[in-house]
């Protein structure tokens, strides 16, 4: 694939791992987030924001560190864009945790079930007021504080109807791959390019490299997304060992799309498949769970959405190629970070 320039590092990512060049960061992301949080008066409350911005991969702020140093931003603001990412990612993961009734995540109890609805939503609520310190700190001339400003206000606010969007289909029997993408697009493919998108605006490249890099969003967002619901079917997903949480809280899915759709389905195993997602969390029985996954593999909806994952990445690398102002010799490390999306085990 990228065999135009350097390679920015001889260290090449195995299968599944995060890209060494992405990697190297985390100490300093780590750094950047703890500083922040000790600050922090109540000690529940800080405990609560431990917990919620701890084990994870980490993906958005360090993408975001990688493409600061790499296009010459401010070290502080730097960190500031990193921070505001990994604040809102956290904040949404509360959320979607307290509404999709997980109990799991990252192989530890979701901050609902460790620390208590009312402690997670305040935590949740400080994480988003965080986000607009971050920019409120940097040291940047106002008309561009307001052009960031603005692109991360219509992340947030994309991420919140997109999640409308997700709740909008659970257990709907005409749900499709267009709601999907929708749903998939606003919820997730704006705010993975958001770091990015916030970098190229710090350092001032162009209008036309800002939408392209929205756009590489709207593939390795769905991309990335599309991974997870495939993980779901795993015990490697961190949510200690269950599988088909996704479909316990009938989450619609690609998978539950493309069954739908396309998946040529009897009546029979339609009605079954809307009565399974449309069923409460808690009354939904495991041998349910093994007959929807039994279905999607049946129906090809698996290996679509195996393919649908792997075509969005490589049309996110091709975008990313293609940005103006962005340095060559980033192209393999992103190649890498495209690859990373879909095919980690975790």
Request: aromatic share 6%; net charge negative; glycine share 6%.
């Given at each position: 694939?990228?065999?135009?320039?350097?390679?920015?590092?001889?260290?090449?990512?195995?299968?599944?791992?995060?890209?060494?060049?992405?990697?190297?960061?985390?100490?300093?992301?780590?750094?950047?987030?703890?500083?922040?949080?000790?600050?922090?008066?109540?000690?529940?409350?800080?405990?609560?924001?431990?917990?919620?911005?701890?084990?994870?991969?980490?993906?958005?702020?360090?993408?975001?560190?990688?493409?600061?140093?790499?296009?010459?931003?401010?070290?502080?603001?730097?960190?500031?864009?990193?921070?505001?990412?990994?604040?809102?990612?956290?904040?949404?993961?509360?959320?979607?945790?307290?509404?999709?009734?997980?109990?799991?995540?990252?192989?530890?109890?979701?901050?609902?079930?460790?620390?208590?609805?009312?402690?997670?939503?305040?935590?949740?609520?400080?994480?988003?007021?965080?986000?607009?310190?971050?920019?409120?700190?940097?040291?940047?001339?106002?008309?561009?504080?307001?052009?960031?400003?603005?692109?991360?206000?219509?992340?947030?606010?994309?991420?919140?109807?997109?999640?409308?969007?997700?709740?909008?289909?659970?257990?709907?029997?005409?749900?499709?791959?267009?709601?999907?993408?929708?749903?998939?697009?606003?919820?997730?493919?704006?705010?993975?390019?958001?770091?990015?998108?916030?970098?190229?605006?710090?350092?001032?490249?162009?209008?036309?490299?800002?939408?392209?890099?929205?756009?590489?969003?709207?593939?390795?967002?769905?991309?990335?997304?599309?991974?997870?619901?495939?993980?779901?079917?795993?015990?490697?997903?961190?949510?200690?060992?269950?599988?088909?949480?996704?479909?316990?809280?009938?989450?619609?899915?690609?998978?539950?799309?493309?069954?739908?759709?396309?998946?040529?389905?009897?009546?029979?195993?339609?009605?079954?498949?809307?009565?399974?997602?449309?069923?409460?969390?808690?009354?939904?029985?495991?041998?349910?769970?093994?007959?929807?996954?039994?279905?999607?593999?049946?129906?090809?909806?698996?290996?679509?959405?195996?393919?649908?994952?792997?075509?969005?990445?490589?049309?996110?690398?091709?975008?990313?190629?293609d940005i103006p102002g962005v340095p060559r010799e980033l192209h393999a490390t992103f190649e890498q970070v495209a690859r990373f999306a879909v095919e980690?085990?975790?």
């Amino acid at each position: 694939m990228a065999n135009e320039g350097p390679r920015e590092d001889p260290e090449t990512a195995s299968l599944g791992q995060l890209p060494a060049a992405l990697a190297r960061s985390d100490g300093r992301l780590e750094q950047a987030i703890s500083t922040r949080l000790t600050r922090v008066p109540s000690p529940v409350l800080q405990s609560a924001l431990e917990r919620s911005t701890s084990g994870g991969k980490r993906l958005r702020p360090l993408l975001a560190l990688w493409f600061s140093d790499s296009l010459g931003v401010a070290s502080d603001n730097a960190d500031r864009i990193a921070c505001l990412t990994e604040w809102l990612h956290s904040a949404f993961l509360i959320h979607d945790d307290i509404q999709d009734g997980d109990e799991w995540r990252r192989d530890q109890p979701t901050l609902w079930k460790s620390h208590g609805i009312s402690t997670a939503l305040n935590a949740a609520d400080w994480l988003l007021s965080a986000v607009y310190l971050e920019v409120s700190q940097m040291q940047l001339q106002d008309e561009i504080r307001a052009r960031l400003l603005s692109a991360v206000q219509d992340v947030h606010s994309r991420t919140v109807l997109g999640q409308q969007y997700d709740l909008d289909g659970r257990g709907d029997p005409d749900f499709g791959l267009d709601r999907y993408e929708q749903a998939v697009r606003a919820k997730t493919g704006r705010y993975l390019a958001l770091g990015m998108v916030a970098v190229a605006i710090v350092a001032q490249l162009n209008q036309r490299a800002v939408e392209q890099l929205w756009a590489v969003g709207d593939h390795l967002g769905p991309a990335f997304q599309i991974q997870d619901d495939l993980l779901d079917l795993t015990s490697s997903k961190g949510r200690a060992g269950q599988l088909g949480n996704d479909i316990r809280e009938g989450k619609p899915s690609i998978l539950y799309a493309h069954a739908l759709e396309r998946g040529q389905l009897t009546q029979e195993q339609k009605a079954r498949l809307v009565d399974v997602m449309a069923e409460e969390r808690a009354l939904t029985r495991d041998d349910d769970v093994e007959w929807v996954i039994s279905l999607f593999h049946d129906c090809g909806s698996i290996d679509f959405a195996r393919n649908q994952a792997v075509d969005r990445a490589e049309a996110g690398i091709d975008l990313f190629r293609d940005i103006p102002g962005v340095p060559r010799e980033l192209h393999a490390t992103f190649e890498q970070v495209a690859r990373f999306a879909v095919e980690r085990n975790r």
